[in-house]
Each structure stands twice: as C-alpha cells, then as structure tokens.
C-alpha cells in the first residue's frame, strides 16, 4: 500500500449539470430582460426559450420574482473605470468601456428601465447592475478633477445623468449605441469637462 496523495474525490455529476442548467438559465432570463424587458421575463417564457422544464424551474424557485431576485444575485459585479487615465483621452477611453459593458451585459435600455422601474425585486438588479458601475464614475470623476485632469467645479452626477442618458436615449431611438457614440460623446462633453486654464 503506498502512502502517495490521496485520491481526487470522484466528479459530481450532478452538481456539474445544476451548475450547467443554473448558468443556462441565467442567460435566458437576461436575454429576455434585453429583448423584452422585465415584465416578459416568466416562468414560461424562460421554460420556453431555455428548453428547461417548468418544474425544473418551480423546484427551484417559487416565482418569477425569486428567479429574478436569484440570478440578480449571480450575476458578476465590475466597475471597470478604476484604472483609465483621467485627461481628455481617459475620457474617450471610459466612454469606449461603458459602451461595451452597456452592450456585452443588458444593454443601455435594459439598464434605463432599471433606473426608472420602481418595483422592490429590480431594485436589486439596480443595485448590483447599476449602482456599481455609477459610483465607480463618480469616483472617476472626482478623481480627475482632484489631479486636475477636470474642472475642480464639475458637477458628477449631473455628468453620469449626461452620460447614462445619452447611452439609453441613442439605444432607444437607434435601435443600438452607435459605433462612433462614445468618440462622438467624449468629443461633446471634453470642453466642458476640460479643466479651466489659470
């Protein structure tokens, strides 16, 4: 008998695919949330367009609500705006970001019915989708004007308003951000922005 490492315990199956049908689900409900908004997202519509039973789904939550409210709480949380530069070219940089993480998570509208929706459950898409991504422009922001990169008197919430808005606003009335928007906007916004010359 050898006193070599003990075996690997064996591959659980089972968790593998819970894990497999969890993640499946998750993407169903946020495609739905994309495409339809939160009010199409039910059981049937995610059963249907998952190809996960009904009773698969009601086993594992009592409603639409609480499926919501669980994959609100799987769902990643970044705030990709730490690291970028503050001047002019880190605010191109930034814009270019939110565009991608607007476009690869929810989308712009998605995240514009977020803000507006008052119900308790999205509350919590909010605050996980949402909320990060805000303070960490507000920190940006504020970061920017304390080195100077900014105006020291730039208001941020007026500026993340000005910038969200316009995200959902040209999603919703294009059909989609524009592939040049966040040029288009750094461009607009920079010489308001732009720190006021001694």
């Given at each position: 008998m050898s006193l070599g490492t003990p075996p690997s315990p064996p591959v659980d199956r089972r968790a593998r695919r819970r894990q497999a049908t969890d993640a499946k689900i998750a993407a169903t409900v946020i495609e739905l949330l994309r495409r339809v908004g939160p009010d199409g997202v039910t059981m049937d519509a995610v059963s249907a367009a998952s190809g996960v039973a009904k009773t698969t789904l009601y086993r594992r939550y009592d409603d639409r609500y609480a499926l919501l409210e669980a994959v609100a709480q799987?769902?990643?949380v970044e705030t990709p705006f730490?690291?970028?530069?503050?001047?002019?070219?880190?605010?191109?940089?930034?814009?270019?970001?939110?565009q991608v993480d607007f476009e690869s998570r929810l989308g712009s509208q998605v995240v514009g019915r977020l803000l507006a929706a008052?119900?308790?459950f999205m509350a919590q898409w909010r605050e996980r989708l949402v909320r990060p991504r805000v303070e960490s422009l507000r920190a940006h922001l504020e970061r920017g004007?304390?080195?100077?990169?900014?105006?020291?008197?730039?208001?941020p919430q007026l500026?993340?308003?000005?910038i969200v808005g316009s995200a959902v606003v040209a999603d919703a009335m294009r059909g989609g951000l524009p592939a040049d928007w966040a040029d288009q906007?750094?461009?607009t916004l920079w010489p308001t922005l732009a720190p006021t010359s001694a």
């Open positions: 799987q769902l990643e730490d690291v970028i530069a503050t001047g002019e070219p880190g605010l191109r940089d930034l814009l270019r970001r939110l008052d119900d308790e004007a304390a080195r100077g990169d900014l105006r020291a008197d730039l208001d500026v993340i308003e000005m906007l750094a461009a």
